[in-house]
């Protein structure tokens, strides 16, 4: 296969910022990481430079995935033996340094630096020729090392010294391949690129914000010139949401000129290294040549060679490159952000700063094509998806050209690499329905039915939507990217007319209503059956409108309204409010309700979020979370309305949200603060932090319930302004028990973690000296749980770890499968504080299919799956059937003592991907009530 010619004129250029972790500096030695040390040499320069006399030449670039060699030849004074010659690599002999062993899992192989020719003496010359193995002994640093390689990566000192003298020195820049750029490389890159690119090429580099750890997504525009993209912004953009009809005939008519559709290239998981090179490598290709030619593949798999004119590209296209939306993932190397979530299952959830802000800017410029590069897969893998698909998205629009675009990437992938084939998941599907025989790695449970994946969110605005992975983390993963974005790049300017057509009648159906049935078959059972979308009998699967009210007569949690409304907009849906009462479909919708008229061009999108959702448990696998259902999960109610009209003429276009302040205005001395929404919680931790007194109430009285919480009125108005909170003046004396503040610590993933501190709560590392463990993965320390340390835990993982360790001997749970997901229905006790400030009937989730078999008899049943036919909603439960009427919740009796701890068990996540946030405040009451106060207090003086 013909290979590229890899410039690492770049990688040459620059040097690592930050150090060497210090339990590896004896293997490492000394590392020159300032940019001042490094000595280059100039373009086209044949002899080294003599600096105090000492040689140093141009920075040898040795590979960890691609073995080097080296040559060397310099002075020595006379008599000089090459005995009396010392070599070291950053401050340590060359025969320290070995190759990692995986079995022993540390550096002490073979050699991993050697003389490959050995040193001879001519005369004065020392000369010879030095080899840089493969220091993880593999040309592939996904297996075993994917964690540690960067331990390694440095700008190394290679000395001769006689007597203490250098004679010799050149610089080494260590890398795991040629491409490879470190977080803190990317932008300088970015600039030198900028900087020689050629005069007819627009290049706008800047941030769309930060990470959560403060650093900066890096975003370049890259366009044949500004007019481009102020056509496409201003005037393109604009027309496809509000007349996509119209633009429609432009394009059919040639009367639109010479438009311009981005293409948007991305990179959310930075661990998955060769896809930040890959769009760098990108960058530099069509900012600085004037045609690329690469090998291919013709429509008879002969080889044959394409060349992407990049001006006629850029008549075509405009580049949208992310070099990764996960920055601090990159400087840590992790596939997870700092908050311990991963991106790309956050995408459409959006409880992370990077996905709010990527997500954002996906929607705000509806690309054409969308290519998400990703690793590491053992076979060359580019989508489109197995089914299940989602039924929001208008497949017979977006699939024909998907797997075109698809086939001509993976042909130039293979062509230019030592990989020989690639695998499209929706290809290898459709051969096991022509051979039932045929077997494949891809052919089930890759779906795309969650938009939580950045390529699918894409679809949803209307791009063709590609998540690619590579086999390896080397230079020829990234060579396969990079040729499979050029590939994606002509397949888009050859077609442009075509493929913005579709993306017009995407936005087009919308406008207009359209539920084409086109769609139907492309949605099939696990039988391979078509089942269409779902549809109510004698109506459109897209309802006419969405209702989001606000009024306290058709809401309980108006604040999640009010965030809810925030998303929509952040991510292209129109949203409106009533100016005056509507009647329809049985039940009147006061004025100020928010509004989701369902005609418009992100119509799938919005329906997506809104809608209850499918049950796809018939399905054997299933890639990843599916639940969107932002009500439900979220907790407000939203009323879907089949009536076309009904709000003709009374709608107002919102483009803000005001959040309004909390109403503490009546003469009251204390007041209940209502648990029925995170902003309670949050309030509460506020108050305990300042040493003021609160109470969780034992008792329900007049507005308000068991479960809310009592604080006096000046320490509420010390704090109103703050959150949106729900309060009640306490007209009559009023039970409760002191709350106490805690520290909490949060063991397993960094959901649990993110939640706790978003609810106030204060996070230790230290169990021991901790108030409260939280558990949601079975890591916590159960000697502490069974001397009497309060403990609560959620989830399938945690809660057989509680079974097989034998706190509470009799303690079982049953469940159907690690990962099995569903939204049902469920029964809560309205007599316990961690229940009883939701409805006695209520939808939970479950991302562990578990439930609770044996109830020990220190505990109590505070929630139950119900027990109905239907109880569960949408999701991937395969044998949900086994769970219906199952305990799900336990609470101990009594007070907490060291025969029988203070503890909450739930079998259900209860803050999956954090977008469960409706029962978050199961966790946030189970914590109150496990570290409060045992002895009840009463409020006897409730008025002023």
């Known amino acids: 296969m013909a290979k590229k010619e890899i410039s690492i004129s770049i990688a040459m250029a620059m040097m690592l ?124 640093l996904t297996q075993d090392v994917r964690r540690i390689y960067p331990e390694t990566i440095g700008t190394y000192s290679l000395t001769a010294t006689l007597k203490d003298k250098p004679l010799y020195e050149r610089r080494v820049k260590l890398v795991p391949y040629d491409s490879f750029h470190t977080y803190e490389e990317i932008k300088p890159a970015v600039d030198q690129i900028t900087a020689k690119a050629l005069d007819n090429r ?100 002969k080889e044959t060679k394409v060349t992407l004119n990049v001006d006629e590209a850029l008549d075509n296209v405009i580049f949208l490159l992310n070099y990764t939306e996960n920055p601090d993932g990159r400087v840590h190397n992790t596939r997870a952000n700092a908050n311990g979530l991963d991106l790309n299952r956050d995408n459409s959830y959006q409880t992370q700063p990077e996905t709010k802000i990527v997500a954002s800017e996906i929607a705000k410029w509806s690309p054409l094509s969308f290519l998400d590069l990703h690793g590491f897969v053992t076979g060359f893998l580019i989508e489109p998806c197995t089914p299940p698909h989602d039924p929001n998205l208008e497949y017979d629009l977006l699939m024909d050209s998907m797997l075109e675009q698809a086939s001509l990437m993976g042909d130039a992938g293979i062509a230019n690499t030592k990989y020989e084939s690639y695998f499209i998941p929706y290809e290898e599907h459709q051969k096991t329905l022509a ?93 391979n059956e078509e089942i269409g979308r779902p549809r109510m009998e004698g109506e459109s699967f897209f309802p006419d409108y969405y209702v989001l009210p606000v009024d306290p007569s058709l809401q309980e949690n108006p604040l999640e309204v009010y965030q809810m409304v925030e998303y929509l907009l952040r991510n292209d849906v129109k949203v409106d409010l009533s100016t005056e009462e509507v009647v329809a479909g049985g039940q009147t919708y006061p004025a100020g309700s928010y509004i989701v008229d369902m005609k418009q061009a992100k119509r799938g999108f919005a329906n997506l979020v809104l809608y209850d959702g499918v049950d796809v448990s018939d399905y054997d696998a299933l890639y990843a979370e599916i639940v969107q259902n932002f009500a439900e999960l979220r907790g407000f109610e939203r009323y879907t309305l089949y009536k076309e009209g009904a709000f003709t003429d009374k709608l107002n276009k919102v483009t803000s949200v005001t959040i309004p302040k909390t109403d503490v205005t009546a003469n009251a001395a204390y007041y209940v603060i209502r648990s029925s929404n995170n902003d309670a919680i949050k309030a509460v931790n506020d108050l305990l932090a300042q040493k003021k007194n609160v109470q969780l109430l034992t008792a329900g009285g007049k507005g308000y319930e068991l479960g809310d919480y009592l604080v006096s009125a000046q320490d509420l108005k010390a704090i109103k302004d703050k959150y949106y909170l729900e309060v009640v003046p306490l007209t009559a004396p009023a039970k409760g028990k002191i709350l106490i503040q805690t520290t909490v610590a949060a063991v397993g993933n960094g959901q649990t973690t993110f939640a706790l501190k978003e609810l106030g709560f204060f996070i230790s590392k230290d169990q021991n000296t901790a108030g409260v463990i939280v558990d949601d993965n079975g890591s916590a320390d159960y000697d502490l749980v069974k001397s009497g340390k309060p403990y609560i835990a959620y989830g399938g993982s945690a809660l057989n770890k509680v079974s097989e360790v034998g706190i509470w001997p009799e303690f079982k749970i049953g469940r159907t499968g690690n990962s099995h997901e569903g939204l049902f229905k469920a ?11 939701y409805e006695a009937a209520d939808y939970l989730y479950t991302a562990s299919g578990a439930w609770i078999e044996t109830v020990p008899t220190q505990f109590e049943v505070i929630a139950q799956i119900s027990d109905e036919d239907d109880f569960m909603l949408t999701g991937w439960w395969p044998e949900h059937e086994k769970a219906k009427g199952q305990f799900l919740g336990i609470a101990t009796k009594q007070d907490n003592t060291k025969d029988n701890p203070n503890a909450v068990l739930f079998a259900n996540n209860l803050v999956n991907r954090n977008h469960t946030q409706h029962q978050y405040r199961i966790v946030g009451n189970a914590i109150f009530t496990t570290v409060s106060e045992q002895t009840p207090v009463t409020v006897t003086n409730p008025k002023r």
């Open 435 to 527: 051979d039932p025989s045929y077997k494949s790695d891809y052919a089930t449970g890759w779906d795309d039915l969650s938009p939580a994946y950045t390529a699918v969110f894409a679809m949803h605005h209307g791009a063709l939507g590609h998540t690619i992975e590579i086999p390896e983390m080397n230079e020829d993963s990234v060579d396969a990217l990079y040729y499979a974005t050029l590939a994606a790049t002509k397949y888009v300017s050859d077609h442009k007319d075509q493929l913005f057509l579709n993306q017009l009648e995407i936005y087009k159906r919308g406008l207009e209503g359209v539920d084409s049935s086109s769609v139907d078959s492309y949605l099939i059972n696990a039988k």
């Open 827 to 837: 029964e809560l006790s309205q007599k316990n504080s961690v229940t009883a400030p």
């Open 202 to 301: 627009y290049i706008e580099t800047h941030s769309l914000g930060q990470s959560a750890e403060g650093r900066d997504i890096y975003f370049s525009v890259v366009a044949k010139d500004q007019a481009s993209v102020d056509q496409y912004m201003k005037e393109t953009l604009p027309l496809m949401k509000e007349n996509p009809a119209l633009l429609q005939e432009k394009v059919k008519n040639g009367e639109l000129g010479n438009y311009k559709v981005p293409i948007w290239i991305n990179n959310i998981h930075p661990d998955e290294t060769p896809g930040i090179d890959a769009i760098l490598n990108l960058l530099e290709g069509v900012a600085t040549k004037n045609s690329i030619t690469y090998d291919t593949t013709d429509a008879e798999g």
């Open 17 to 140: 910022a930050g150090g060497v972790p210090a339990a590896y500096a004896e293997q490492v030695g000394s590392v020159t990481t300032s940019v001042e040390q490094a000595v280059y040499q100039p373009e086209g320069a044949k002899q080294p430079v003599l600096v105090d006399g000492t040689v140093l030449e141009s920075t040898f670039v040795a590979s960890m995935t691609d073995p080097r060699t080296m040559e060397f030849h310099f002075e020595v004074p006379e008599g000089t033996t090459l005995d009396d010659i010392t070599w070291t690599f950053g401050d340590k002999a060359l025969e320290e340094w070995k190759i990692w062993s995986k079995e022993t899992k540390t550096y002490d192989g073979e050699s991993f630096i050697t003389f490959e020719s050995k040193p001879v003496l001519q005369g004065n010359t020392v000369k010879g020729t030095i080899k840089f193995n493969l220091l993880y002994n593999t040309a592939d």
